[in-house]
């Protein structure tokens, strides 16, 4: 018998397609693993309703759980409450400036609802002195900056709301 806290060790071995440095758990799209009598459901909660990755998310955690022998899967989306940043782990945060990408920044979904400019640090140098050169980065789900000081451009992980 497999127990919950098994699955989820399983589960950090799933990455997220966009962001290969991130696990699903570092990106907080699983918010469940329930084990029932014949059955193990695995709740997801996508990053954004339209982000094209999720499919292929759901996809390859079903793949790494059926490789690990388990049948019975049921995996169920749930939209709401809707992902935010905030569910990114420490762990996934710190990730993501090692792989060059700012990680989301508190101040900035605020400074979003009052449209001010954005002040995004560089995840190079830390400073604070960086540009939007495109509001799509590499993917949708990311905005591409440059580094006024250290010049070397960057990408940052939007705050999708
Ligand atoms: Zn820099």
């Known amino acids: 018998m497999v127990s919950e806290q098994q699955i989820w060790e399983w589960l950090e071995d799933v990455f997220d397609p966009e962001v290969p440095v991130l696990t699903v758990v570092d990106l907080g799209v699983v918010r469940d693993v329930n084990i029932a009598e014949n059955e193990i459901k695995i709740t997801v909660t996508p990053t954004y309703s339209g982000c094209p990755a999720m499919g292929v998310i759901e996809e ?31 762990n996934g945060r710190q990730k993501l400036k090692e792989y060059g990408i700012a990680p989301p920044e508190d101040e900035v979904d605020k400074s979003v609802l009052f449209s001010a400019p954005l002040v995004v640090p560089c995840p190079n140098c830390n400073s604070r002195e960086t540009k939007m050169i495109s509001e799509f980065g590499s993917t949708s789900c990311k905005a591409h900056y440059n580094c006024l000081s250290c010049k070397e451009p960057f990408d940052y992980f939007k705050c999708l709301r």
């Not at 079903?62 to 935010?84: C, D, F, H, V, Y």
């Open 60 to 90: 390859d955690i079903r793949r790494k759980l059926l490789s690990e022998g388990l049948t019975n899967l049921k995996i169920e989306t749930k939209l709401s409450p809707a992902w935010t940043t905030d569910w990114l782990s420490k």
